[in-house]
């Protein structure tokens, strides 16, 4: 008897900025591997914000993530300093996608100043100074508060400061340091390093590494387990890079790391995540919108397309991500099929190519779906 072909069901968001072309990218790559995906196109899903800046997301995207529980997303641009809050962190806190998941892992061919990165990091996606409690300067509200801290902490802070808070729970860090752990031993990870500044912040930081050590104990003889200060890791992992394995951090350290190590590995146009929660995954590259690129066909579609390797694998189609990834891997190691990000000085050898040209090499380099291609997706123009 013939198997039943499943139809996936996926909401793609293509975002702004790059975003429509890297997503396009991707989504071509894989609607090639022949897996069948119905996708539902959510193009903005942000109405106007309230009062308090807060992106008030649309009914219909919140509605399709959590029926489909599985979502591509492209970049979404949060303007800085001013204005709106990040649709993205929106996101995140209102679907509770708890867990940010980054691979970061050296393909060859790819130019960089290691041979031999192979590191996960893992970043609470759900509080920290991303929890968006700020008080502007001058507000009545911010000036009761440096009374309250004047009264209760016997702290003097300047009349003219403004205040972010920085809540770090324990359910929180337990529900990250547990999948920390929990996803090391899944995916024959050896160590997991949990990142903090608990020297300075005894109260916050000093929490997350209390929790750390609680829960470590559990996998003793299982994962081996340490922590750092942020600081002397971000000199660690310019060096060293290779000592590392499971990255555990709190939401602003997450941030900031993950660029960093995007940088260890060729750059932000080959950086991929998910963002996790109970039952739903939300996949998206660690890059944001990139303004000076967009609407030139010149951004990496690679962080894209590996956030939709790790979306396959995710819908247990293990063999059609296996060979994406190989697709890809063969474009990556030619490189003669590669965007200017990943040319370094080689560019003179062999022309750069767009967006949508290392896709089409990419696809060209799959092998097994010469018979059939899914005719489903969406339309992108
Ligand atoms: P960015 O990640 O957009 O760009 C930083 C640098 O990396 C730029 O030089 C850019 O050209 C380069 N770059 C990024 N993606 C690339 C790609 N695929 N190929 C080649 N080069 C690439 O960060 P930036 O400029 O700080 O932020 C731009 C906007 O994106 C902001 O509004 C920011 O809030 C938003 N953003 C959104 C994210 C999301 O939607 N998850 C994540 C990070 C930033």
Request: charged residues 20%.
């Amino acid at each position: 008897m013939k198997k039943q072909r499943i139809v996936h069901k996926v909401t793609l968001i293509p975002g702004n900025g790059i975003g429509p072309e890297v997503i396009a990218a991707a989504h071509s790559c894989i609607d090639a591997t022949g897996v069948a995906i119905k996708w539902d196109v959510q193009r903005t899903g942000v109405g106007p914000s309230t009062d308090n800046n807060i992106p008030a997301l649309s009914a219909a995207l919140l509605d399709s993530i959590q029926k489909n529980k599985v979502a591509l997303k492209g970049p979404i641009t949060t303007p800085v300093g001013i204005g709106m809050r990040s649709v993205n962190v929106a996101l995140r806190q209102t679907l509770d996608l708890y867990a940010c998941v980054r691979p970061c892992r050296l393909y060859p061919g790819i130019i960089s100043r290691f041979d031999n990165v192979d590191l996960v990091l893992i970043r609470e996606n759900t509080e920290d100074l991303y929890a968006g409690i700020e008080y502007d300067c001058g507000t009545s509200e911010t000036t009761e508060l440096i009374e309250w801290v004047k009264k209760h902490g016997g702290k003097t802070l300047q009349n003219d400061a403004a205040i972010s808070l920085k809540p770090i729970s324990a359910r929180a860090s337990e529900r990250i340091i547990r999948f920390a752990f929990e996803y090391a031993l899944k995916n024959g990870r050896k160590m997991v390093t949990a990142v903090h500044k608990a020297n300075i912040m005894k109260y916050s930081d000093g929490l997350f590494l209390k929790i750390f050590r609680q829960v470590a104990a559990e996998y003793d003889g299982k994962i081996d387990h340490r922590d750092q200060l942020v600081d002397s890791l971000c000199m660690q992992l310019v060096r060293t890079p290779e000592c590392y394995d499971v990255l555990v951090l709190p939401n602003l350290y997450g941030d900031i790391i993950s660029d960093l190590c995007a940088g260890l590995i060729g750059g932000l146009g080959v950086a991929p995540g998910i963002n996790l929660g109970s039952d739903l995954a939300v996949f998206e590259p660690v890059h944001g919108s990139a303004p000076d690129l967009a609407g030139k066909n010149i951004a990496n579609p690679t962080a894209s397309i590996l956030s939709g390797v790790l979306m396959l694998r995710h819908l247990r189609e293990l063999e059609a991500a296996d060979r994406l990834e190989a697709a890809l891997k063969v474009v990556l190691k030619a490189g003669d099929h590669v965007t200017a990000d990943l040319k370094g000085s080689d560019s003179r050898q062999h022309p750069v190519v767009g967006t949508q040209q290392m896709a089409e090499a990419i696809i060209s380099n799959l092998t097994g779906n010469e018979g059939e291609i899914a005719q489903t997706g969406a339309n992108h123009a």
